[in-house]
């Protein structure tokens, strides 16, 4: 196939690409950096990858067949999405447009990326796919919250209206390689602090929830449910859940730290709970995560370490 994948020097993104070509099929990424960066597509040597840099809110232009468009483009960090809430926003609407308008025009399918922030901060736990979630539309968050609610809506809409073979993953919390230093989620900040001996900064008491999943077993997810029959929303994450406080206790054993733990105010919003239920994805797709949370966090800080030196 000839796939579109929109975000294609993001996090998620790029390593997509990295699946895809993988596979065999011929890769358009398109990006505009505001979030992405260069970098983490500057290892792809192959003439079955192009990049075009676009603002996929003003427009997406790929010449030639597409048969999927994964659009992937959107700021996912609390840091990002509350210094760029109207950016947010657009992608979320007029980009969702524009990418299914490219895959009208070409007969292609599409897959959104969506996320386990649909839910809110949910009063049903673990989150199964027909819950409706707990959502402050005017909150802080409500700029990423509502834009995802949104583009599952429209895309939803082009299914019904226009035949569209849509997609919809729900991302749950989400970990790896090429997450930016910066990037204000949560492992990546643990990781900083703790090898700098800065103390780590936990929000609350600690005990509210997150369940994290490696990069390469989401995007295995992500790829199943491409090639299924599946049109409805499908979670993919990882069930095993911790509190953020054990996190932390294991990144400060994990780099050998002698950093402490400092409390300071939960943000407006922040979910207590975080745990998907993937039974469908089990039963509709074969997956599950393979990759045991400590693998994962040596992993990632192995390549967080080779970028600090």
């Keep these: 196939m000839r796939i579109v994948i929109t975000g294609g020097a993001g996090f998620l993104g790029s390593h997509l ?8 099929h011929d890769v358009v990424a398109v990006d505009n950096f505001i979030t992405g960066d260069p970098s983490n597509i500057a290892h792809i040597d192959s003439s079955h990858f192009s990049f075009r ?31 760029l809430p109207i950016q947010t926003l657009k992608v979320g609407a007029l980009g969702t447009h524009n990418a299914l308008g490219l895959a009208r025009a070409k007969g292609a399918g599409l897959l959104l990326a969506s996320t386990s922030e649909i839910y809110g901060d949910p009063l049903v736990h673990p989150q199964k796919e027909d819950y409706w979630g707990n959502v402050n539309s005017i909150g802080p968050r409500g700029c990423y919250d509502e834009a995802k609610r949104f583009a599952e809506a429209i895309v939803m809409a082009y299914h019904r209206q226009h035949q569209i073979n849509t997609k919809i993953v729900r991302i749950f919390n989400t970990y790896g390689p090429r997450m930016r230093l910066n990037d204000g989620r949560i492992v990546p900040n643990f990781m900083k602090q703790a090898v700098s001996g800065e103390p780590l900064t936990v929000y609350g008491d600690g005990q509210h929830t997150r369940s994290f999943c490696y990069v390469s077993d989401l995007v295995d997810g992500i790829y199943r449910l491409m090639l299924s029959e599946e049109n409805l929303p499908v979670n993919i994450g990882n069930p095993h859940e911790f509190t953020v406080l054990e996190l932390a206790q294991q990144i400060v054993a994990l780099t050998d730290s002698s950093s402490e733990i400092v409390y300071q105010e939960l943000p407006e919003d922040d ?4 745990k998907p239920d993937i039974t469908k994805a089990k039963v509709l797709l074969g997956w599950e995560p393979k990759v045991l949370l400590e693998e994962g966090l040596a992993k990632t800080l192995e390549s967080f370490q080779e970028r600090w030196n």
């Design 17 to 24: 690409c990295d699946r895809c070509l993988a596979e065999g």
């Design 271 to 274: 979910p207590k709970k975080r």
């Design 53 to 83: 840099k676009q603002n996929i809110s003003e427009g997406i232009f790929v010449d030639g067949a597409v048969d999927f468009v994964l659009h992937f483009a959107s700021p996912a960090s609390p840091v990002d999405y509350l210094e």
